[in-house]
């Protein structure tokens, strides 16, 4: 699974993929600490826009708000590890989102 539940909500391990032909989940993949969600996004990775670009694709498709989300580690670096913050049990939702939106 590329999600890990926490107190406060998930980990979730994206590999992200900047100037794809669309915003779109491409998959899973191992990665060296386990396994990764790669997501492709449209925009260069130039000052925040791939990363602001994945933020927005991973609200809009857990239907939760971009606040919940936050990237506590690879912001510069394809391999990413974002916190997400809620209260609900979205199991279902993350395990489609790996399976359903390829």
Same mark, same amino acid.
């Given at each position: ?10 980990? &979730?391990?994206?590999? &992200? ?8 989940? &491409? ?5 060296? @600490?386990?396994?990764?969600?790669? /997501? ?14 994945? /933020? ?14 936050? /990237? ?18 979205? @199991? ?11």
């Amino acid at each position: 699974m590329f999600f890990v539940p926490t107190e406060s909500g998930y980990l &979730l391990r994206i590999r &992200l993929m900047p100037n794809s032909s669309a915003n779109k989940v &491409l998959g899973l993949m191992e990665g060296v @600490d386990g396994v990764y969600l790669k /997501i492709g996004v449209t925009v260069v990775p130039e000052k925040g826009k791939a990363n602001k670009a994945l /933020i927005e694709f991973l609200a809009k498709a857990l239907g939760l708000p971009k606040s919940a989300f936050e /990237i506590v580690s690879g912001a510069t670096d394809r391999f990413k590890k974002i916190s997400l913050r809620t209260s609900e049990n979205i @199991d279902d939702k993350l395990n489609c989102l790996g399976e359903c939106h390829r």
